[in-house]
């Protein structure tokens, strides 16, 4: 069964780097999405991704955040300059398209540790 | 404000016992709402969502539009059950913005 997958699964990064996170959604699913998780809270929507353009965004993913979906199979999120407050579980998600598609389908997650 | 509530942190239960997790949501217009669960060390996966009215894994939910709620209910619990559940919301559209409640753990104990 297809899976969505995401790279790294833990990353530990100083204040002010550059992280990147990767995901490779499901191959057919045309609509893409970032969450985050903060250790204890709620999951938290960030970016929504169709049409290789930014269709919904949070007021979290402010311009440190970027997403892009450089080949066919890739979807990233970069965080420009770390925040001790980034520090979160990032999940990637992935939608087909059509009627009653409600269903995402997520990854592992990517844990990102800002020291 | 569109807000999902899950009062429960964390629910225990015996096996065999009727399980309840409760879900309140908040939302000016007709929302979708969705149970996912995630089991340890698992990813998050959809567990039921009302538009398709079935019972997965032995769970069901109704959507209750007067009280604004979205209950999920097993009549007898098992081990297995135990996991993080969490209700979500989402006002439709080509989007699926989910609108997640805190999430409650259910622990099934034998």
């Known amino acids: 069964e297809p899976e969505v997958t995401q790279t790294p699964s833990h990353q530990v990064t100083q204040m002010g780097q550059e992280v990147i996170l990767r995901c490779v959604p499901i191959?057919?699913?045309?609509?893409f999405y970032w969450y985050r998780q903060i250790l204890g809270q709620k999951v938290e929507f960030l970016v929504s991704f169709y049409n290789n353009e930014i269709s919904e965004k949070s007021e979290i993913f402010d311009d440190q955040f970027s997403v892009e979906r450089p080949d066919g199979s890739n979807f990233t999120l970069k965080i420009r300059s770390t925040k001790l407050e980034d520090s979160a579980m990032y999940f990637c998600?992935?939608?087909?398209?059509?009627?009653?598609?409600?269903?995402?389908?997520f990854g592992e997650g990517s844990r990102l540790t800002v020291l | 404000a569109q807000r999902v509530t899950q009062p429960e942190k964390l629910l225990s239960v015996f096996k065999g016992a009727p399980v309840e997790l409760k879900c309140n949501y908040s939302?000016?217009?007709?929302?979708?709402l969705f149970w996912y669960v995630q089991y340890s060390r698992q990813r998050l996966q959809l567990l039921l969502r009302?538009?398709?009215?079935?019972s997965i894994k032995g769970f069901t939910a109704d959507l209750n539009k007067g009280e604004t709620s979205f209950h999920l209910k097993k009549p007898f619990a098992q081990e297995e059950d135990s996991a993080m559940y969490y209700c979500a919301l989402s006002g439709g559209g080509s989007n699926y913005q989910l609108i997640w409640g805190a999430g409650t753990k259910l622990i099934i104990k034998p």
């Open positions: 191959s057919n699913h045309l609509y």
């Open positions: 939302y000016s217009g007709s929302p979708e």
């Open positions: 998600a992935s939608r087909r398209q059509g009627v009653n598609t409600g269903e995402l389908f």
């Open positions: 009302h538009i398709s009215r079935e």
